[in-house]
């Protein structure tokens, strides 16, 4: 006991300094101007609020209609335990996404614009509808587990009987705003380097995405199941780390035949830190797990299918980095490298939805409850709030 | 009002910088003798050795691809060429820089409320039947101005006449689908840091590509998706039936 409040205490403290950090990044960039908080410039406007916070955040937030697609449209239900947690991350997910989006526009003050100045011509204009949209349905889809633990028998009611339709809306939204965040990067043919550009971006960032989404499900059932001493849903785990090999099988075979239709190969073999990031996403965040994944002794072994999903969710990341930093610096000639503050905003961000992830599992029922736990919460309802 | 443009033969240029002066006074820009495009100069001149001077200016597509990537259209072209950016609109996305290809589009980073900068082509002077404050201030003739296909005739016949002066290549006359300023060299572009691996064709076309399949995935999508829950849903539901049936029967044996 004393043991994990040392622990709670430490992992307090680490929270207190990111968003002390955090918080005075804010100040400078909201008194002095993106110049005085960034590294970003006139040749390299984009840097890592966009690549991590936007690329990454709302990528890492796919596993929430995926699994909406798999338990309703596709009725596979052994999955519904873990559509919660899901939907809370991709829930989490956008809003952080937009909070970060306050910080890299240069006049957040206009966030609004898009809603009525319209050009749907852009890639741009299309990823601001879609993630107001798809809030939106997010926050609908989140709503039940609020309801349920209001009581609140109505609105209840109420969501649970569109889940079909939302679902269906969510899946389409998502599908577009997925592949339009590759669709941002068609328009720089000339500058973003040969391993990455590709007509396909769309598509690569899509089917990304869904395997992400299936990784990022287990890594956080995995890490609540630890967190939150609970059992952890094994079989059901296993079962989508099965599903995530195909995915990421689809996925290699697509970029292959990608990179032999632009006859990119010689790229892959240059010598430079270009084709050494690009092995590094490829090699170790894509073939390694997939292979590991289809090791049915890894899949079944807890920490086994623990670590392919953790090196699934570095490699997507790294993958967008790739995209949006080290593809475009050889162009731009502009060595980019993100400030501390930009990191520190970033970090906070991240330690925000962690700790906002962890609030909600605890006092919301996010997770199925585990056989012994329900059965205490049965015998004392008020066990659970005792702590 | 017929389309305008600007020639900038490079072969004329002698780097007085006359152009980036007037350019400054014309939008009250500091003075500064700048190298780079920054929010303070909409235009520069570069030396790259040997008495070669290149004049850097936003190139006035003729499809803009900021115009096109820009999500709240505060860039629009008009019909007598210019490429306007309209401050109020502006939500400091930085799409626009970017994705221009001639990395034109400049930020005025160090304000809280920061700008988009770029050349505006001088668009009422022209409105006043006036040339570019550029072109009027180059003492040479190295930058002027003019309808745009007389001025093509002009590179042109510039080409024809003296072949063995230039690289054979209007730069802007098909980069990127064209543009309003056109630039004559006696040195390959690409060694002036001309970006020389521009398509022929508008690079908005890349994303229309995209973005025209958004009404198909979004109708065909829909109804696939509702299709497949329909279907997969009812033979779950069919099923249940059959088993409420089964076991009525089997109670009835
Ligand atoms: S050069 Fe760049 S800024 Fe100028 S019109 Fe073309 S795309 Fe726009
Ligand atoms: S920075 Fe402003 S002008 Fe440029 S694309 Fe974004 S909203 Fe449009």
């Known amino acids: 006991m004393k043991k994990l409040l040392g622990l709670l205490t430490f992992w307090r403290a680490v929270l207190v300094i990111l968003l002390g950090l955090g918080l005075y990044a804010t100040y400078v960039r909201f008194t002095q101007g993106l110049g005085a908080a960034t590294n970003l410039s006139d040749q390299f406007p984009w840097g890592l609020w966009i690549g991590f916070d936007i690329l990454c955040g709302v990528g890492l937030a796919a596993g929430g209609f995926t699994l909406c697609a798999i338990v309703y449209i596709f009725n596979i239900k052994t999955f519904k335990p873990v559509i919660r947690p899901a939907v809370l991350t991709a829930f989490l997910g956008y809003l952080l996404v937009i909070f970060a989006l306050l910080y890299d526009l240069g006049r957040p003050d206009r966030i609004w614009h898009a809603i009525v100045m319209w050009n749907p011509s852009s890639v741009m204009f299309e990823v601001a509808w879609c993630v107001m949209l798809y809030t939106t349905v997010l926050a609908l889809e989140f709503s039940p587990i609020l309801f349920e633990k209001l009581g609140w028998e109505r609105p209840l009611r109420f969501v649970r ?11 389409l939204l998502s599908t577009l705003h997925q592949s339009s965040l590759g669709s941002l990067y068609l328009i720089v043919p000339e500058k973003l380097h040969p391993l990455w550009y590709s007509s396909l971006l769309p598509v690569f960032f899509f089917v990304s995405a869904i395997g992400v989404g299936c990784a990022m499900v287990i890594f956080e059932s995995f890490m609540s199941s630890r967190a939150f001493k609970r059992e952890i849903e094994m079989p059901l785990l296993s079962q989508l780390g099965r599903v995530l090999v195909v995915i990421l099988m689809i996925y290699t075979i697509m970029k292959l035949q990608d990179l032999a239709d632009r006859r990119a190969w010689a790229y892959v073999v240059t010598p430079n830190l270009e084709s050494m990031l690009y092995w590094a996403e490829m090699g170790l965040g894509v073939l390694l797990p997939m292979i590991l994944l289809a090791i049915p002794k890894v899949r079944l072994h807890a920490t086994g299918l623990f670590s392919s999903a953790l090196l699934v969710v570095l490699g997507f990341v790294l993958n967008r980095m790739n995209v949006s930093i080290t593809g475009m610096e050889g162009w731009a000639q502009a060595g980019y490298f993100p400030s501390w503050m930009e990191i520190s ?3 906070m961000i991240v330690a925000l939805g962690i700790t906002g992830f962890a609030l909600a599992a605890r006092y919301l029922p996010v997770f199925p409850p585990a056989e012994h736990e329900a059965k205490t919460m049965e015998e004392s309802p008020h066990m659970a709030w005792a702590e | 009002m017929a389309r305008k443009a600007m020639l900038i033969d490079i072969t004329l240029c002698v780097g007085c910088g006359l152009c980036r002066d007037a350019c400054k006074e014309q939008n009250g820009l500091p003075a500064g003798e700048e190298t780079k495009l920054n929010a303070n100069a909409y235009t520069v001149v570069q030396d790259h050795g040997n008495d070669v001077f290149v004049r850097r200016v936003c190139m006035h597509c003729e499809v803009p691809t900021c115009a096109s990537v820009c999500p ?10 210019p490429v306007l950016y309209e401050e109020s609109k502006c939500i400091g996305c930085r799409y626009c820089m970017q994705a221009c290809p001639y990395q034109v589009p400049t930020y005025t980073w160090d304000q809280v409320a920061p700008r988009v900068r770029k050349c505006i082509f001088c668009h009422t002077r022209l409105a ?6 550029c072109a009027e201030a180059c003492p040479t003739g190295a930058t002027i101005f003019g309808d745009r296909e007389e001025l093509i005739a ?5 080409l024809r006449e003296e072949p063995e002066k230039y690289v054979n290549h209007i730069y802007g006359l098909n980069e990127a689908g064209g543009s309003s300023v056109f630039f004559l060299s006696a040195i390959p572009f690409e060694q002036l840091g001309f970006p020389n691996n521009l398509p022929d064709h508008p690079l908005p076309m890349l994303t229309w590509n995209a973005l025209s399949k958004i009404p198909n995935i979004v109708a065909v999508g829909g109804t696939a998706l509702y299709g497949l829950w329909w279907i997969i849903n009812r033979r779950d539901e069919v099923g249940k039936l059959q088993a409420k049936l089964k076991e009525m029967e089997d109670r009835k044996e």
Do not use: H, N, S, W
């Open chain 2, 154 to 158: 002009e590179a042109q016949r510039r």
């Open chain 1, 345 to 347: 905003v970033t970090t």
């Open chain 2, 128 to 133: 006043e039947g006036l040339p570019t404050a």
């Open chain 2, 72 to 81: 709240v259209g505060a860039f629009t072209k008009t019909a007598d060429g």
């Open chain 1, 161 to 171: 009987a569109i889940t079909i339709p939302l679902v269906i809306v969510g899946v």
